[in-house]
């Protein structure tokens, strides 16, 4: 399977003119990224795959529940928002590392074809949010049945 990277035209640019900047990787040339996620690091995991009749999204929301989740598709894009919320925790911890994130999270995704929208179906079962989205009439392959040509009595003579 071939994994998708978003293109950044800059990142070539930061990492020639800035390759120094900073020990964690954020170049001062993209100041905008001090708040943004990565490409690699995005909010949370995704598969995106077609078949003949759907488009079918897969995502790994830990720890978030369906209430807590919205998603809305505009023309050819899929929007997932939604919250995690921070577990009950000690007053002051001694944390070493802290990589479980809570707080609201968003992500679009580009969908390869046009869906129908209104016939989309969303489940969250055991952390995995699975949307099934109907491709619309228009998008689906239509086979086309070849026919031979029919033989006419001046076609046999010439």
Same mark, same amino acid.
């Given at each position: 399977?071939? !994994?998708?990277?978003?293109?950044?035209?800059?990142?070539?640019?930061?990492?020639?003119?800035y390759p120094f900047a900073s020990p964690f990787g954020l170049? &001062?040339?993209?100041?905008?990224?001090?708040?943004?996620?990565e490409a690699d690091e995005s909010p949370f995991p995704v598969?995106?795959?077609?078949?003949?009749?759907? #488009?079918?999204?897969?995502?790994?929301?830990?720890?978030?529940?369906?209430?807590?989740?919205?998603?809305? =598709?505009?023309?050819? &894009?899929?929007?997932?928002?939604?919250?995690?919320?921070?577990?009950?925790?000690?007053?002051?911890?001694?944390?070493?590392?802290?990589?479980?994130?809570?707080?609201?999270?968003? !992500?679009?995704?580009?969908l390869p074809v046009r869906v129908d929208s209104e016939q989309?179906?969303?489940?969250?079962?055991?952390? =995995?949010?699975?949307? !099934?989205?109907?491709?619309?009439?228009?998008? !689906?392959?239509?086979?086309?049945?070849?026919?031979?040509?029919? #033989?006419?009595?001046?076609?046999?003579?010439?």
């Amino acid at each position: 399977m071939t !994994r998708i990277r978003l293109y950044d035209p800059f990142r070539e640019v930061a990492q020639r003119r800035y390759p120094f900047a900073s020990p964690f990787g954020l170049g &001062f040339g993209r100041p905008w990224q001090l708040f943004a996620w990565e490409a690699d690091e995005s909010p949370f995991p995704v598969d995106l795959y077609e078949t003949d009749d759907e #488009v079918v999204v897969k995502a790994s929301l830990p720890g978030v529940q369906p209430d807590e989740t919205e998603i809305s =598709v505009t023309g050819r &894009f899929l929007t997932i928002k939604g919250e995690r919320r921070e577990e009950d925790a000690e007053e002051q911890p001694n944390y070493f590392r802290q990589e479980r994130r809570s707080g609201a999270f968003q !992500r679009v995704l580009r969908l390869p074809v046009r869906v129908d929208s209104e016939q989309a179906d969303a489940t969250l079962d055991e952390g =995995v949010l699975t949307v !099934r989205l109907p491709k619309a009439a228009d998008s !689906r392959a239509k086979t086309i049945p070849v026919k031979a040509k029919a #033989v006419t009595e001046s076609d046999e003579t010439s």
